[in-house]
């Protein structure tokens, strides 16, 4: 029972171009969303977050939109560079009672090309 | 100045052994996560410990249990490990206020764990 999913094992774009990853979740009291990024060997790192109350939120290169009614987020990293390539997941959480419980999705693999 | 570290990275055991894995932060928060993640990639949250009090225990054998000797440290042990324990286990700490904002989670490098 994955209560979120990113159907996208991965993902491969041209330098310079738009990466668009994708999460769907069922659960509906998720309020909170959040993007890790996890190169090899390393721990996930916290990229952007969304909270339910907004449908956008930009960070530099990076937007996160959320579409309450479809249960669906996504990540735009515009424009794409090579360091950008590795694993993303999306995460969400369930209001302030959670103590920081976060589920996550299975990953994308995120792969950007010179 | 590793924010939050794991000892060890790798860990080669046999089944039935017993064996802990370290967690240490040094960002002076006061909750600490274990973290699975298994062979189809989810990351799963097992453990978490707010202030040296275990606040969220998901559904995990009994096999497995974390120590929290200070708000900096929170250690894993696991009894009698099986084949499906192999995975990489990340420790993770926050700064939570509580509310609908959830903090930032920081994780460690991972522990990579196969069990023979």
């Known amino acids: 029972d994955q209560q979120v999913k990113q159907n996208s094992p991965s993902l491969s774009v041209q330098e310079g171009r738009i990466s668009i990853l994708n999460c769907d979740y069922t659960n509906s009291m998720f309020d909170y969303f959040l993007w890790y990024k996890k190169y090899p060997a390393e721990g996930p790192t916290f990229l952007i977050s969304?909270?339910?109350?907004?449908d956008k939120n930009e960070d530099g290169r990076f937007t996160v939109f959320l579409n309450k009614s479809a249960k669906h987020l996504s990540l735009h990293i515009v424009p794409s560079q090579p360091g950008d390539s590795a694993v993303y997941f999306c995460?969400?959480?369930?209001?302030?009672?959670?103590?920081?419980?976060?589920?996550f999705g299975q990953g994308t693999i995120l792969t950007v090309h010179p | 100045d590793t924010a939050v570290s794991q000892t060890p990275k790798y860990l080669v055991t046999q089944m039935g052994n017993d064996k802990s894995i370290k967690c240490e932060q040094n960002l002076g928060h006061d909750t600490m996560y274990w973290y699975k993640q298994d062979s189809k990639k989810f990351l799963k949250i097992m453990f978490s410990?707010?202030?040296?009090?275990?606040?969220i225990n998901e559904t995990v054998p009994n096999r497995f249990s974390p120590k929290s000797p200070d708000k900096a440290h929170l250690n894993l042990h696991i009894n009698s490990l099986e084949l499906g324990d192999s995975a990489v286990y990340f420790c993770a700490s926050s700064q939570q206020r509580g509310g609908p904002i959830q903090e930032t989670q920081y994780f460690g490098p991972g522990t990579r764990l196969l069990v023979l």
């Open positions: 969304i909270s339910s109350i907004k």
């Open positions: 410990y707010n202030n040296k009090e275990l606040i």
């Open positions: 995460a969400a959480a369930a209001g302030g009672t959670s103590y920081g419980k976060l589920t």
